[in-house]
């Protein structure tokens, strides 16, 4: 019998040789893996011994040969053992490869376009899928966790355990491809094809209610806040805990300034921002401490003690903090089942993915923060300093709130918060009622224009003092009238942050 190996990741490949020896395989190698076997005693013969043809073109050629490919390709027929013994050419049983780093390569903050492009491999991957295709008669193996595995079944290998490993063998070619494609394609705009390459981080309990299996996967390499962040305590994450936590985080990184945020099914219910944290849990908290109960909080700021003995009375699933103080985890981490989640920083996404049946519908991602709006009063009355900054705060809130979105706040925090709603006034309605005393000296934010001064009008009446809205309506003059009649101030941004 007789196996190729050679691989990049060389965890475990010298026990892996020395196991198969034993079961009576002829190893042949290449390069750096000939050299590891070799230094470590184990008997292997290089593969040019094999082809007779030396390596070219600095090593770019080496086991593209019939030699190789024929031992791999031939099924066990008397016909193609027949050809294979004309040419003689010794069948291949067994190929461990796994290939040239390309995705470290790139991950290097100084690599140069050249590396990336050597770091390509070819004789691998033609290896691999051809080893896949003819699984029934050689077993494929690309991963080293499956050393011990394979070395167990060897003589008694099932066909569907041939099947798995040449799946995990296409899969590991087509993510390999997949990253090259992405490195290579334009670093903006939507390709005409877009390959997301999807690797299992862990499964989870259950998706969004028990009767559906979920799991949490990471897209090729990249890097995520709430994906890459380490629970330091409490139960095991959920679907829905994830997907609340990056909505979460999402909103509480627009904020420079100490920042609370809750979140309830992915929707912010409560934001509060002050000089300091445990300031701004107080104003969250009183923005809407029905909401918060069993929801998710995230700080921007280190969790401190304050901060962690005020939390501690309330009822939440997750917390998400860049760091918490000794003191502050002892606190909360009393609470069995609340799982606190230390996230760091991550590079924004810059494409959006939402699945329809049969496809998906791609855009870039919405990142777009208060550096990219055109603030323009268009009232009579500019707002004075304070409202400014109610408006500022209530537009960041309103981003990330399900449209239609209405968001009304004042002294840093959130007063009412409309979600979801099938027309803008139910959604001015909700936040007002949601506000109640509280509406009167709030400033209002809207996620899009106003196609009547039906919001304007209603805002007035409750006691709002300021509007920012994107603007961009055919009835713009409309809302501005009812505004300068209502003395209220009115700024348009320009921006429309739609979120469905």
Not at 219 to 228: F, I
Not at 311 to 319: A, N, Q, R, T, Y
Request: proline share 4%; glycine share 8%.
């Amino acid at each position: 019998m007789r196996a190729i190996l050679s691989v990049s990741n060389k965890s475990g490949i010298v026990d892996f040789a020395k196991g198969l020896v034993e079961k009576g395989f002829e190893i042949i190698s290449t390069g750096g893996t000939f050299k590891t076997l070799k230094d470590a005693g184990v008997a292997v013969r290089y593969v040019t011994e094999i082809t007779g043809f030396p390596e070219i073109l600095e090593g770019r050629v080496k086991t593209l040969h019939p030699a190789v490919h024929g031992g791999i390709l031939a099924r066990r027929t008397p016909e193609h053992l027949a050809q294979l013994n004309e040419q003689q050419i010794t069948p291949i049983d067994l190929v461990c490869v796994n290939l040239y780093p390309f995705r470290e390569t790139i991950a290097k903050p100084d690599v140069t376009f050249q590396d990336a492009i050597e770091n390509i491999d070819i004789g691998g991957p033609a290896m691999i899928r051809a080893s896949a295709k003819n699984h029934e008669s050689v077993l494929i193996v690309v991963d080293p966790a499956d050393y011990s595995e394979i070395l167990g079944n060897l003589g008694n290998v099932t066909s569907e355990y041939r099947k798995y490993l040449a799946q995990k063998a296409f899969a590991h070619t087509a993510a390999y491809d997949t990253a090259i494609a992405n490195y290579l394609a334009p670093s903006t705009g939507l390709p005409e094809q877009k390959t997301v390459e999807l690797n299992r981080v862990i499964e989870l309990r259950y998706g969004e209610n028990p009767h559906q299996k979920a799991a949490l996967y990471r897209e090729g390499s990249q890097k995520g806040a709430v994906l890459d962040a380490e629970v330091l305590h409490g139960k095991a994450m959920s679907f829905n805990n994830y997907t609340d936590a990056e909505a979460c985080w999402n909103l509480a990184s627009e904020f420079d300034e100490p920042t609370v945020v809750g979140v309830k099914h992915a929707n912010p219910c409560a934001v509060g921002t002050a000089s300091t944290l445990a300031e701004a849990w107080q104003r969250a908290y009183e923005a809407d401490p029905v909401s918060i109960f069993g929801g998710i909080v995230s700080v921007n700021r280190p969790l401190d003690a304050d901060t962690a003995r005020a939390l501690k009375d309330v009822f939440l699933e997750v917390i998400l903090a860049p760091e918490y103080t000794p003191e502050a985890f002892e606190i909360l981490s009393k609470k069995k089942n609340l799982r606190l989640m230390k996230v760091a920083q991550a590079p924004k996404p810059t494409l959006d993915y939402k699945r329809i049946n049969g496809g998906f519908v791609v855009q870039e991602a919405d990142t777009l923060g208060l550096e990219g709006i055109q603030q323009s009063v268009v009232t009579k009355r500019a707002p004075t300093e304070q409202e400014l900054q109610d408006l500022l705060f209530t537009w960041r809130v309103v981003k990330h709130v399900k449209s239609n979105a209405i968001v009304i706040g004042k002294d840093g925090r959130t007063t009412g918060i409309g979600v979801g709603q099938v027309n803008r006034i139910w959604a001015t309605e909700q936040a007002i009622e949601h506000a109640g005393d509280h509406a009167k000296g709030s400033v209002l934010a809207s996620d899009a224009f106003f196609p009547f001064d039906d919001v304007v009008r209603t805002a007035a009446a409750a006691g709002i003092t300021a509007i920012i809205q994107p603007g961009g309506s055919v009835r713009d003059e409309d809302s501005i009238r009812a505004a300068d009649e209502l003395g209220i101030a009115m700024v348009f941004t320009g921006v429309r942050h739609f979120r469905h």
